[in-house]
């Protein structure tokens, strides 16, 4: 859509937080198997919290102080080791 990666990356962030919130309130309705309350494991939260914050804290940072290629060539570089990461998992699966 012609954004400047400056741009695109707090664009990026809004739609992963959308994404979140609306799997959050969709998930509302699973209940736990053993107690009466949601599905929700605070201990993973009160672990991943904080790395998540100081995450966006240095990615923030970063992308104000970085030039637009780094942080593009940086984004390329996350992309192809995730896409790796996936789809060695698929066909791992697939063998199994």
């Known amino acids: 859509m012609e954004f400047y990666t400056h741009e695109a990356i707090p664009i990026s962030k809004l739609m992963i937080f959308a994404g979140s919130l609306t799997t959050f309130i969709l998930n509302l309705k699973f209940k ?3 107690r009466d309350s949601i599905c929700l494991d605070y201990n993973i939260a009160i672990l991943f919290v904080p790395m998540l914050l100081l ?8 992308n104000k102080v970085m030039p637009s290629f780094i942080i593009l060539i940086l984004l390329t570089f996350v992309l192809v080791i995730n896409t790796y990461k996936i789809t060695s998992k698929y066909f791992n699966n697939l063998n199994n």
Do not use: A, D, F, K
Not at 55 to 62: A, E
């Open 32 to 34: 736990h198997p053993s």
């Open 55 to 62: 995450g966006t804290v240095i990615g923030v940072s970063l």
